[in-house]
C-alpha cells in the first residue's frame, strides 16, 4: 500500500516541482502548506525504502563500489527521468582534498565523468597552478545527475542527493573540501549567505576543513576587469588551499 502511495507521491512533487520551474509559485498558502506536506510525507517513505527495503540502503553501504552501485540506478529526484549518465566522481580513492561542484553539465552527461568541458579545463589549470593534478584528488558535485538546460539544482533535488555527497565523503574521508560555488557551499556549510562573503576563511565540517570558492564556470561568464578581479580572489583561495594541503600532507609522512 505504502509503495502505491510512494509513487503517487512522486509523481505529484515532480509535477509541481515542474510547475514551479515554469514559475507558477504565486500558490495560495494553504496549497503550499500542503505540496510542504507531500514533499515531507514522500522523504519518510523515500528514508523507509532505503532502511528496510528490498534494495541495499544508503545506510547500508560501506564501500564506493556500493554506493556507486546504488546511484547508479537511483531515482530519488525527477533528474533521473532526463540524465542520460549518473555522475558520481572520480580521482583518488584517499583524497587529502575533494572538489565539489554543483551538477554535471551536458558533455559530463554525455561521459559520465565530472568537469570534463570548458570549466573543467579551467579546473584542470586551477589545480596544476597549486601543484596538483586531479587524480591526487576527488571530484563530484552536490547532485549527480544533470538538471535540464544546466539550470540550477532545485532545492529538493540537492535535499534528496546531498545524503549521498555525504556518504562520499565519509567513505573517501578527505581532510580537506573545496567548494566550488554557491551551490556547493549552501548545500555543505548549511548557509544562505553568498559566496563573496563566505570565500577566504576555513569553515570546520566535522573533523573536516572546508574551503570556498568560485565555480569556474562562472569565471569562464566574465571579462576584462570584473575578470581579472575575481581571478585574483580565486588566486588567494588555491594558495590558502595549497598552504593547508602541504601542511596536511607534511602531517601524513611517517
Ligand atoms: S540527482 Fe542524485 S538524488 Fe537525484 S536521481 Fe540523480 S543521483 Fe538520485
Request: net charge positive; hydrophobic share 35%; charged share 30%.
Amino acid at each position: 500500500m505504502e509503495h502505491h502511495v510512494k509513487e503517487a507521491l512522486e509523481e505529484l512533487v515532480t509535477a509541481l516541482s515542474k510547475a514551479r520551474g515554469l514559475g507558477l509559485e504565486r500558490l495560495p498558502t494553504k496549497s503550499l502548506q500542503a505540496i510542504s506536506k507531500m514533499e515531507e510525507e514522500l522523504k519518510r517513505l523515500r528514508d523507509k525504502t532505503h532502511d528496510h527495503g528490498p534494495e541495499p540502503g544508503l545506510s547500508q553501504v560501506t564501500s564506493l563500489e556500493q554506493l556507486e552501485q546504488l546511484l547508479h540506478s537511483c531515482q530519488d529526484c525527477q533528474l533521473s527521468a532526463t540524465r542520460k549518465n549518473v555522475v558520481v566522481g572520480e580521482g583518488s580513492k584517499r583524497p587529502l582534498l575533494m572538489l565539489v561542484g554543483e551538477a554535471p553539465g551536458r558533455e559530463e552527461d554525455v561521459t559520465g565523468r565530472p568537469f570534463v568541458g570548458k570549466s573543467g579545463e579551467l579546473l584542470t589549470k586551477m589545480l596544476r597552478a597549486i601543484n596538483l593534478s586531479r587524480s591526487e584528488v576527488y571530484i563530484t558535485s552536490v547532485v549527480k545527475c544533470r538538471p535540464p538546460r544546466n539550470r540550477t539544482p532545485h532545492r529538493d533535488e540537492i535535499a534528496a542527493c546531498l545524503p549521498y555527497l555525504h556518504k562520499q565523503i565519509e567513505l573517501l574521508d578527505p581532510a580537506l573540501l573545496l567548494c566550488l560555488g554557491s551551490t556547493a557551499a549552501h548545500a555543505l556549510l548549511n548557509t544562505e549567505n553568498p559566496l563573496s562573503k563566505l570565500r577566504g576563511r576555513f569553515y570546520s565540517l566535522g573533523k573536516r576543513k572546508v574551503l570556498v570558492t568560485y565555480h569556474p564556470a562562472y569565471l569562464l561568464r566574465f571579462g576584462g576587469s570584473k575578470l581579472l578581479n575575481l581571478k585574483k580572489q580565486a588566486w588567494q583561495d588555491l594558495q590558502m588551499l595549497q598552504r593547508e594541503y602541504e601542511r596536511l600532507k607534511r602531517q601524513e609522512k611517517p
